[in-house]
């Protein structure tokens, strides 16, 4: 049967939508097919509902979402009653509940909305749908008390009116108050209480909302300077001296358009990251000659420059009564309302509490779900030694709005800083390092040193060697200084983790995990599914022994990411219908698995159709546990897997998460030179997970035939 959730609350103001995306991100984690159901829609576009299309790639007709307008309803109700009004949207409730798993249901706005007893109508509506029911107060400019009153008053009016409340969720207090509020709510009331402190980034307009707001005339800037959020708003009428010392980090400064000297000012300002800006607002129609212009474009390439008809006092108005809005243009704030939902809500107490049965199956939106859950809750710090990289960037900002782990970024810092600030990024909370400049770079010097005399390496060479960003991350991770890194956006696999073979090298013989080389996998996203592949960057032609190693190492990394092993051993031949060195190393190596490990469920050799297509499994291996099923699949070679998975990721539109490394006694992962913000974000959690303590589980023995010394050569992916 569908369950539904029903978010509503008691005014206007709430914030409400942060707690919307929160439910649904959560309900996504879940299942696969989210329905979402608005009662009650204002004339013109929902932008909450493009919001949720675009992020979890609904594919819901915008015309089933919507039960009616505001209008009709009103009308509706005045000529037939309350009775006829809900027995409609019932109707049209029912007709999107059938279709889905779970219905999210978005509860009236209190937006002049000309219905009486609106709390009411919100009430009997959720009752009618089945619905639990999560209620939201708002709390900005409240005192501590009357925001507890009003977060008991609204459950006692729900509760009373016969709905089943899951959960109260304060939105929007004083920072300062939160805790004590929580402390007394979690007293007085009888469900979980959440409260949200006020977010001044998720109320702050985009330079492009003002842009619009305003009607304003776009005269430098590009897409990323135009996302910025307008933090604050500094108006310039003074000298530039008084001026400069009136900036503050994200300000949009509003000066006449005749003032070229404010405009460089604040420009030079901002290129110099004293501070970031979000933007300059032009005020009369005045434009800067084209000389001012070309020098403001290369002071701060990216800044949005804007032009407006208006005089100072009224667009100030304007401005002041301007707030941002969570949309499908604004994907930045939709990250930081996740952060702060995710920071300050129990999301595993409000799971259970929505009892939604988790589907049978892993989609990719789910499984990307679950890679920053996983490593939220136990959060760990990972090196970026490409700091100074666009996408790098682009995905720690990501990572720390919603606080998925702690960061190192290596380059250097002034470079990042103006870097950042030209993207409208705050990474303040990003721990940078210099590898030329650092303190920490004899000791590393020295160490490295030690690790490669063999070789003949002395402190003076190491104190160079040391310097490449890549040795340096390494090292921290070595050292301690990281948990884990990850690298590759512009250095080849080779670059990547010739570091890690030198300095970390594989797990020792007896030690949980332990490895005679290291492999790699890639998590492949299909529609349906998540499959493991192995080993298609590390190994060029693993021999019996090394196989049955990386089969091994794959079906723990598989589980530890919540995909259930079941293996296949690859080959052009099923079963016993072929010969050949080729297939034989193939079954070999599953013995090896076998005799190593019988709690695994593995089959080989088989072919690709027999291991993921049960009708093929049916006729070649009808016995097989693994046939038909197999979610890890092990590649005999560098050249088959590698191959395979791009045809995989390119004919199939699969996502390839990865290569993710495997062996080495401390995580260090690669990327593909083409990784997108997404690949480098889920690489990065992919990794803060591996640097979380393994769950301790009874370690078989690995396959007993000694694996020969690796001459695998890292490939480039």
């Known amino acids: 049967m569908t369950r539904s959730v029903y978010v509503t609350g008691i005014d206007r103001g709430d914030g409400r939508q942060v707690v919307d995306l929160g439910v649904m991100e959560l309900l996504t984690r879940q299942v696969d097919r989210v329905g979402v159901f608005r009662p009650l829609v204002h004339d013109g576009p929902d932008r909450l509902f493009e919001l949720l299309r675009a992020r979890?790639?609904?594919?819901?007709?915008?015309?089933?979402?919507?039960?009616?307008?505001?209008?009709?309803?009103?009308?509706?109700?005045?000529?037939?009653?309350?009775?006829?009004?809900?027995?409609?949207?019932?109707?049209?409730?029912?007709?999107?509940?059938?279709?889905?798993?779970?219905?999210?249901?978005?509860g009236t706005d209190f937006a002049a909305t000309q219905l009486p007893d609106e709390?009411?109508?919100?009430?009997?509506?959720?009752?009618?749908?089945?619905?639990?029911?999560?209620?939201?107060?708002?709390?900005?400019?409240?005192?501590?008390?009357?925001?507890?009153?009003?977060?008991?008053?609204?459950?006692?009016?729900?509760?009373?009116?016969?709905?089943?409340?899951?959960?109260?969720?304060?939105?929007?207090?004083?920072?300062?108050?939160?805790?004590?509020?929580?402390?007394?709510?979690?007293?007085r009331l009888p469900v979980p209480c959440y409260v949200l402190p006020d977010e001044p980034a998720l109320a702050a307009p985009t330079v492009a909302q003002i842009t619009h707001a305003l009607g304003g005339t776009v005269l430098l800037g590009d897409d990323s300077g135009l996302a910025r959020d307008a933090l604050g708003f500094v108006f310039g009428g003074a000298m530039l001296p008084n001026f400069l010392t009136a900036l503050t980090p994200g300000c949009m400064v509003v000066t006449p358009g005749d003032r070229a000297d404010l405009v460089v000012g604040a420009l030079a300002a901002h290129s110099a990251g004293?501070?970031?800006?979000?933007?300059?607002?032009?005020?009369?129609?005045?434009r800067p000659s084209p000389e001012i212009l070309t020098l403001a474009s290369r002071l701060a390439p990216g800044t949005p420059v804007i032009s407006v008809?208006?005089?100072?006092?009224?667009?100030?108005?304007?401005?002041?009564?301007?707030?941002?809005?969570?949309?499908?243009?604004?994907?930045?704030?939709?990250?930081?309302?996740?952060?702060?939902?995710?920071?300050?809500?129990?999301?595993?107490?409000?799971?259970?509490?929505?009892?939604?049965?988790?589907?049978?199956?892993?989609?990719?939106?789910?499984f990307e779900h679950e890679l920053l859950e996983q490593a939220r809750?136990?959060?760990?710090?990972?090196?970026?030694?490409?700091?100074?990289?666009?996408?790098?960037?682009?995905?720690?900002?990501?990572?720390?709005?919603?606080?998925?782990?702690?960061?190192?970024?290596?380059?250097?810092?002034?470079?990042?800083?103006?870097?950042?600030?030209?993207?409208?990024?705050?990474?303040?909370?990003?721990?940078?390092?210099?590898?030329?400049?650092?303190?920490?770079?004899?000791?590393?010097?020295?160490?490295?040193?030690?690790?490669?005399?063999?070789?003949?390496?002395?402190?003076?060479?190491?104190?160079?060697?040391?310097?490449?960003?890549?040795?340096?991350?390494?090292?921290m991770v070595e050292e301690g200084l990281a948990d884990g890194m990850v690298s590759g956006t512009v250095h080849s696999t080779a670059a990547t983790i010739r570091p890690a073979f030198e300095i970390i090298k594989t797990r020792e013989p007896g030690a949980p995990g332990a490895a005679a080389i290291v492999s790699s996998v890639f998590f492949m996203c299909l529609a349906d599914r998540v499959l493991v592949y192995g080993d298609c960057a590390?190994?060029?032609?693993?021999?019996?022994?090394?196989?049955?190693?990386?089969?091994?190492?794959?079906?723990?990394?598989?589980?530890?990411?919540?995909?259930?092993?079941?293996?296949?051993?690859?080959?052009?031949?099923?079963?016993?219908?072929?010969?050949?060195?080729?297939?034989?190393?193939?079954?070999?190596?599953?013995?090896?698995?076998?005799?190593a490990r019988p709690d695994l469920r593995i089959e080989g050799p088989i072919q690709?159709?027999?291991?993921?297509?049960?009708?093929?499994?049916?006729?070649?291996?009808?016995?097989s546990e693994v046939a038909g099923r197999a979610t890890v699949l092990i590649f005999p070679d560098l050249n088959t897997g590698n191959n395979t998975y791009k045809a995989v990721q390119r004919s199939a539109g699969a996502v390839a998460v990865g290569p993710v490394l495997q062996g080495l006694r401390k995580p260090v992962n690669d990327l593909s030179r083409g990784a997108l913000v997404g690949d480098i974000v889920n690489t990065v959690a992919i990794t803060a997970i591996q640097a979380q303590p393994e769950p301790s589980l009874e370690q078989p023995e690995r396959p007993e035939r000694p694996a020969q010394p690796s001459a695998a050569q890292p490939s480039s992916v």
């Open 309 to 366: 008809h208006g005089t100072s006092w009224p667009t100030a108005t304007e401005l002041f009564s301007l707030e941002g809005k969570l949309n499908a243009s604004t994907p930045r704030k939709a990250e930081t309302a996740l952060g702060l939902f995710e920071r300050h809500v129990d999301t595993g107490e409000l799971l259970g509490r929505l009892a939604v049965t988790r589907s049978g199956h892993v989609t990719p939106m789910m």
């Open 274 to 286: 004293t501070p970031p800006i979000a933007g300059v607002l032009l005020t009369l129609n005045e």
């Open 377 to 475: 809750a136990d959060r760990r710090r990972v090196v970026l030694p490409e700091g100074t990289e666009e996408r790098v960037l682009r995905a720690a900002d990501v990572l720390l709005r919603r606080d998925v782990c702690d960061l190192t970024l290596l380059g250097d810092p002034e470079v990042i800083r103006k870097k950042a600030a030209d993207l409208g990024f705050d990474l303040s909370a990003a721990q940078l390092v210099d590898p030329e400049t650092s303190e920490l770079r004899q000791g590393f010097a020295e160490r490295y040193a030690r690790l490669r005399a063999h070789k003949g390496v002395s402190v003076e060479l190491a104190y160079d060697v040391v310097a490449d960003v890549n040795y340096f991350g390494t090292l």
């Open 538 to 595: 590390i190994n060029p032609d693993p021999d019996a022994g090394q196989l049955a190693d990386i089969a091994v190492q794959s079906a723990a990394t598989a589980a530890r990411f919540g995909v259930e092993p079941r293996i296949a051993m690859l080959s052009y031949s099923t079963g016993t219908s072929g010969s050949g060195v080729d297939v034989d190393k193939v079954r070999e190596a599953t013995e090896l698995v076998r005799r």
């Open 119 to 187: 709390l009411a109508v919100n009430a009997r509506l959720a009752n009618e749908f089945g619905a639990s029911v999560v209620v939201v107060v708002g709390g900005r400019g409240q005192t501590a008390e009357s925001v507890r009153a009003e977060a008991r008053n609204a459950h006692r009016a729900y509760d009373a009116l016969g709905c089943n409340v899951l959960a109260m969720v304060v939105n929007r207090v004083a920072p300062g108050e939160r805790e004590v509020i929580a402390e007394r709510l979690a007293a």
């Open 56 to 106: 979890y790639r609904l594919t819901q007709d915008p015309a089933s979402v919507y039960g009616m307008d505001y209008h009709e309803a009103s009308a509706l109700q005045a000529e037939q009653g309350t009775d006829e009004l809900v027995s409609r949207l019932v109707d049209r409730f029912h007709r999107v509940a059938r279709e889905y798993e779970v219905v999210l249901v978005l």
């Open 608 to 623: 690709y159709d027999a291991a993921v297509d049960p009708s093929v499994a049916a006729t070649k291996l009808p016995d």
